[in-house]
């Protein structure tokens, strides 16, 4: 397992944008499929993005496509989930998970066993 610290959360009015960040503590992230997935109060923990180099492309859900790009750093130190266009129903706290590429199968929260803290996002005028 590797330790995942997650940042760049905050407020933001609807229409904003927000980067978070996932990072790596003490190992880089090349070896790892890296997913986003948040949480809303009373919901269910859902996935937003992954990516995964035995994939084509990053997953997207298709409530954020074309809103929000997923993608690693040179380094492969960290991850980032860039946000556009934020919603009032993207408010969420966002969890950054990792696991590796080997066993990685699929965008789903019990394929992944890293997991960080989360961060809070709250888009609201």
């Known amino acids: 397992q590797v330790q995942l610290v997650e940042s760049g959360g905050g407020l933001v009015q609807p229409g904003g944008s927000l980067r978070l960040s996932c990072a790596a503590s003490g190992s880089t992230l090349g070896d790892y499929a890296v997913g986003w997935f948040r949480q809303a109060p009373g919901k269910e923990r859902e996935r937003v993005s992954c990516i995964s180099r035995r994939d084509d492309g990053p997953y997207y859900a298709d409530s954020v496509k074309g809103r929000f790009t997923i993608s690693r750093d040179n380094a492969e130190k960290a991850v980032y989930l860039q946000m556009y266009s934020l919603k009032p129903e993207d408010t969420a706290v966002y969890y950054c998970?990792?696991?590796?590429?080997?066993?990685?199968?699929?965008?789903?929260?019990?394929?992944?066993?890293?997991w960080g803290q989360g961060t809070r996002v709250t888009v609201s005028s």
């Open positions: 998970a990792a696991e590796l590429e080997t066993f990685y199968r699929a965008c789903v929260p019990e394929n992944f066993g890293s």
